[in-house]
Nanobody
Framework: QVQLVESGGGLVQAGGSLRLSCVASGRTLSSYHMGWFRQAPGKEREFVAAIDWSGRYADYADSVKGRFTISRDNAKNTVFLHQNSLKPEDTATYYC??????????????????WGQGTQVTVAS
């Protein structure tokens, strides 16, 4: 099973940018489709973005479309989430997750096999 470690979170002013990273170990990242989810205090975990194993296809939650970009570098076993124009409502713990098999139902956390420990993003108004 692949192990995932996120980094890059922090405190940023509204309108600012961050780049989250998720480094995989134990297995080759190209074997997995990848997703980013987030969870704010008192709220359920929600889908943010997903990318297929090749990096050719990606999808986003409506709330982040046009502001966030998911990308991957399989040679470096790393997936990124570029966050621009951050808003206070983006404040959450962000998790990356790995999915095997056919790239489908990627908005549902239950389809993922492995999860990282999360990285905190706080956006001040």
């Amino acid at each position: 099973q692949v192990q995932l470690v996120e980094s890059g979170g922090g405190l940023v002013q509204a309108g600012g940018s961050l780049r989250l990273s998720c480094v995989a170990s134990g297995r080759t990242l190209s074997s997995y489709h990848m997703g980013w989810f987030r969870q704010a205090p008192g709220k359920e975990r929600e889908f943010v973005a997903a990318i297929d194993w090749s990096g050719r296809y990606a999808d986003y939650a409506d709330s982040v479309k046009g502001r966030f970009t998911i990308s991957r570098d399989n040679a470096k076993n790393t997936v990124f989430l570029h966050q621009n124009s951050l808003k206070p409502e983006d404040t959450a713990t962000y998790y990356c997750a790995a999915q095997t098999g056919v790239w489908r139902d990627y908005k549902f956390g239950g389809r993922y096999d492995s999860w990282g420990q999360g990285t905190q993003v706080t956006v001040a108004s």
